[in-house]
C-alpha cells in the first residue's frame, strides 16, 4: 500500500473559522514598540553613565544611526560619536566613505539637553513651529492616519469576512444557526471598529485645534520641566528618549526632531532613583522602567531646530 500525502486545498475552499483575539490592538502595538525600544537602547556593552544619545543620533548625509566610539590617547579617554560609514568596508567601497566627522559625545550630550529645556520652558515655539509645518503638510497627524487606515483595513476584512459566511450558508457548509453566530460575531466587531473610527476621527479634528494643541503641550512641558534640574544621568536619558524622535548632525549643524506625547494621563515620573551599583541589576533597572514612547504618545509633533555648535574634530 503506497504512503499518501497531503495537499493543500484551492484556496476558494477554505473554510475560514474566525478566532477572537486574545489581546486587543492597542496592547499589541504598545507590546511591540517596547520590545523594539528595548531591543534598541540595550544597555549591554556600554559603560554606566555615558552616551546620553545613544540610539538618538543619525548621521544626515548617510541616514543611519550614529554609533559610540571611544578613543584613547596619553591615558586619557576621549568619547564621540561616529558614522559607521566612515569605515570603507560598512559603507560599501571606498567611494560611499561617509565625509562627516566624528562628534564630541560630551560637548553635543550637553548642547541637545540645554536646547530642550529651553524649548519646554517655551511652548509657544513648539506650536508655532507645529502650526508652520501643518501649513505645508497634508496629513497634520502622521501616527493617526496610520491607525486610521489600519481601521479602514480591517472593517473592509469584516465586510468581506460576513460575505463569506453568507457564501458557506448558501452553499450548505453550515446552518442557520452557526451562520447568525457568526455574522453576529463579525457585526460586533465591525460596529466595535466603526466606533474605534469616529473616535480617532474626532480627535484629529480636536488636535487641529491651536487653542486644543497649545494646551496639550503646555501641560507636557509643565510636567516635564517639574524636577528636571535633579534628574541623575538615567532620568535625563529617559526624558530625551521620550521627547526626541530624531537628532541630526551634519557638519556644524543640529536637528532635533520633538515628538510631544499630548494623552490625558500624565507619563511615567523620569525622576529615578539612586542607580544600581551592580552592573546587572542596572541593565534590568533601565529595561524595567523606561518609558515606551508609542504607549505613550498618541500623536508625535515634529519640529526643526537648527543650531550650529563647534564639536566636530
Given at each position: 500500500?503506497g504512503?499518501?500525502?497531503?495537499?493543500?486545498?484551492?484556496?476558494?475552499?477554505?473554510?475560514?473559522?474566525?478566532?477572537?483575539?486574545?489581546?486587543?490592538?492597542?496592547?499589541?502595538?504598545?507590546?511591540?514598540?517596547?520590545?523594539?525600544?528595548?531591543?534598541?537602547?540595550?544597555?549591554?556593552?556600554?559603560?554606566?553613565?555615558?552616551?546620553?544619545?545613544r540610539?538618538?543620533?543619525?548621521?544626515?548625509?548617510?541616514?543611519?544611526?550614529?554609533?559610540?566610539?571611544?578613543?584613547?590617547?596619553?591615558?586619557?579617554?576621549?568619547?564621540?560619536?561616529?558614522c559607521?560609514?566612515?569605515?570603507?568596508?560598512?559603507?560599501?567601497?571606498?567611494?560611499?566613505?561617509?565625509?562627516?566627522?566624528?562628534?564630541?559625545?560630551?560637548?553635543?550630550?550637553?548642547?541637545?539637553?540645554?536646547?530642550?529645556?529651553?524649548?519646554?520652558?517655551?511652548?509657544?515655539?513648539?506650536?508655532a513651529?507645529?502650526?508652520?509645518?501643518?501649513?505645508?503638510?497634508?496629513?497634520?497627524?502622521?501616527?493617526?492616519?496610520?491607525?486610521?487606515?489600519?481601521?479602514?483595513?480591517?472593517?473592509?476584512?469584516?465586510?468581506?469576512?460576513?460575505?463569506?459566511?453568507?457564501?458557506?450558508?448558501q452553499?450548505?457548509?453550515?446552518?442557520?444557526?452557526?451562520?447568525?453566530?457568526?455574522?453576529?460575531?463579525?457585526?460586533?466587531?465591525?460596529?466595535?471598529?466603526?466606533?474605534?473610527?469616529?473616535?480617532?476621527?474626532?480627535?484629529?479634528?480636536?488636535?487641529?485645534?491651536?487653542?486644543?494643541?497649545?494646551?496639550?503641550?503646555?501641560?507636557?512641558?509643565?510636567?516635564?520641566?517639574?524636577?528636571?534640574?535633579?534628574?541623575?544621568?538615567?532620568?535625563?536619558?529617559?526624558?530625551?528618549?521620550?521627547?526626541?524622535?530624531?537628532?541630526?548632525v551634519?557638519?556644524?549643524?543640529?536637528?532635533?526632531?520633538?515628538?510631544?506625547?499630548?494623552?490625558?494621563?500624565?507619563?511615567?515620573?523620569?525622576?529615578?532613583?539612586?542607580?544600581?551599583?551592580?552592573?546587572?541589576?542596572?541593565?534590568?533597572?533601565?529595561?524595567?522602567?523606561?518609558?515606551?514612547?508609542?504607549?505613550?504618545?498618541?500623536?508625535?509633533?515634529?519640529?526643526?531646530?537648527?543650531?550650529?555648535?563647534?564639536?566636530?574634530?
Amino acid at each position: 500500500m503506497g504512503r499518501t500525502r497531503a495537499t493543500a486545498r484551492p484556496r476558494e475552499e477554505w473554510i475560514e473559522i474566525p478566532i477572537p483575539a486574545i489581546i486587543d490592538e492597542a496592547t499589541l502595538q504598545a507590546v511591540a514598540a517596547t520590545a523594539r525600544d528595548n531591543s534598541s537602547y540595550s544597555p549591554r556593552h556600554t559603560e554606566p553613565d555615558t552616551f546620553l544619545l545613544r540610539r538618538l543620533l543619525r548621521c544626515t548625509h548617510c541616514q543611519v544611526k550614529l554609533n559610540c566610539y571611544r578613543a584613547r590617547r596619553n591615558h586619557t579617554t576621549t568619547r564621540y560619536y561616529l558614522c559607521p560609514h566612515r569605515d570603507p568596508w560598512r559603507a560599501g567601497g571606498a567611494e560611499h566613505r561617509c565625509p562627516e566627522r566624528r562628534v564630541r559625545a560630551d560637548e553635543l550630550d550637553t548642547f541637545v539637553f540645554d536646547q530642550v529645556r529651553q524649548l519646554l520652558t517655551r511652548p509657544d515655539l513648539i506650536t508655532a513651529g507645529q502650526t508652520a509645518v501643518t501649513a505645508h503638510t497634508p496629513a497634520a497627524d502622521e501616527l493617526l492616519s496610520t491607525q486610521l487606515a489600519r481601521l479602514q483595513r480591517r472593517l473592509q476584512n469584516a465586510r468581506t469576512e460576513r460575505g463569506r459566511v453568507a457564501d458557506l450558508y448558501q452553499a450548505s457548509v453550515i446552518d442557520n444557526a452557526e451562520m447568525k453566530r457568526r455574522s453576529h460575531e463579525i457585526d460586533v466587531r465591525a460596529h466595535r471598529l466603526e466606533q474605534e473610527h469616529q473616535t480617532l476621527t474626532a480627535r484629529q479634528s480636536e488636535l487641529a485645534a491651536g487653542n486644543r494643541l497649545h494646551l496639550g503641550i503646555a501641560n507636557f512641558a509643565q510636567r516635564a520641566l517639574h524636577g528636571i534640574d535633579t534628574l541623575d544621568f538615567h532620568g535625563r536619558q529617559q526624558l530625551l528618549r521620550l521627547v526626541l524622535e530624531d537628532v541630526r548632525v551634519q557638519g556644524w549643524n543640529v536637528e532635533l526632531q520633538l515628538r510631544i506625547p499630548l494623552d490625558d494621563p500624565p507619563p511615567a515620573d523620569t525622576r529615578t532613583s539612586p542607580a544600581p551599583t551592580d552592573k546587572r541589576s542596572r541593565a534590568r533597572s533601565a529595561r524595567n522602567s523606561r518609558p515606551a514612547k508609542e504607549a505613550v504618545s498618541t500623536w508625535i509633533h515634529r519640529m526643526n531646530c537648527g543650531d550650529r555648535f563647534r564639536l566636530a574634530c
